[in-house]
């Protein structure tokens, strides 16, 4: 049963400090997202993968958040230096271009930055 | 500011009868989706209606669109407990182009109470 994995699922950290997130989309997929979810915001777009090349990351903070996607099998946001309105959830979902634009999305990582 | 909004924000049924959730967008879209999410748990694909499509089935849930209201409409018949979750539309605006990148509404909050 293919799905999308994250890791780590919990992040407890101190502010000031850099926070590291990974994605291992489904394989085969060619597509990967970031979001963001807050009680407040709802669900917002980060960042936009395909093929690995970058297409929108238009709604990351650019200052402290940087996505990267080092190869087909490993995406990471990467937060330096976090703050505490960071905290949040952030999800990676994974789909292939062109076809519905469906989504499968991962467990989430829950980020508390105190 | 969101795509799809959804209303009612939250609905509380009991066991067994029908719920229906709503969605409006604003901009002309090639398809729209609905998506789940399970408490402490990331969203999951429902079902999707294109945008030449008025009515669609899949078991216990049907889906209509009306593109020139711009509003979708979800139903869920004989609801179950395990129905339990928030409800999301999100769609691929035309104006997304090569993109096609979904657009998140912010939830409607089903509790279905046994």
């Known amino acids: 049963d293919a799905r999308v994995t994250q890791t780590p699922r919990h992040k407890v950290t101190e502010m000031g400090q850099e926070v590291t997130m990974r994605c291992q989309p489904i394989l085969g997929h060619n597509t990967v997202f970031w979001y963001r979810q807050t009680m407040m915001q709802g669900l917002e777009l980060l960042a936009y993968f395909r093929n690995r090349a970058p297409l929108d990351d238009s709604g990351m903070p650019k200052d402290r958040f940087s996505a990267e996607m080092p190869d087909a099998t490993l995406a990471t946001l990467k937060i330096q230096p976090s703050e505490p309105r960071d905290s949040a959830v952030y999800f990676c979902?994974?789909?292939?271009?062109?076809?519905?634009?469906?989504?499968?999305f991962g467990p989430g990582t829950r980020l508390l930055v105190l | 500011s969101q795509q799809g909004e959804e209303d009612p924000q939250a609905l509380s049924i009991q066991e067994g009868e029908n719920a229906t959730m709503n969605c409006s967008y604003k901009?002309?879209?090639?398809?729209l989706q609905w998506y789940r999410q399970n408490s402490g748990r990331g969203l999951v694909h429902l079902i999707l209606?294109?945008?030449?499509?008025r009515e669609k089935h899949s078991g216990r849930l049907r889906v209509t669109l009306d593109t020139s209201k711009k509003s979708s409409s979800l139903l869920i018949t004989a609801s179950r407990a395990a129905d339990t979750a928030s409800y999301f539309c999100?769609?691929?605006?035309?104006?997304?182009?090569?993109?096609?990148?979904?657009?998140f509404g912010s939830g409607t909050q089903l509790t279905v109470l046994p």
């Open positions: 901009t002309s879209i090639n398809n």
């Open positions: 979902a994974s789909g292939v271009s062109g076809v519905r634009e469906t989504q499968y």
């Open positions: 209606i294109r945008s030449n499509e």
């Open positions: 999100a769609t691929v605006p035309i104006s997304s182009g090569s993109a096609r990148q979904l657009t």
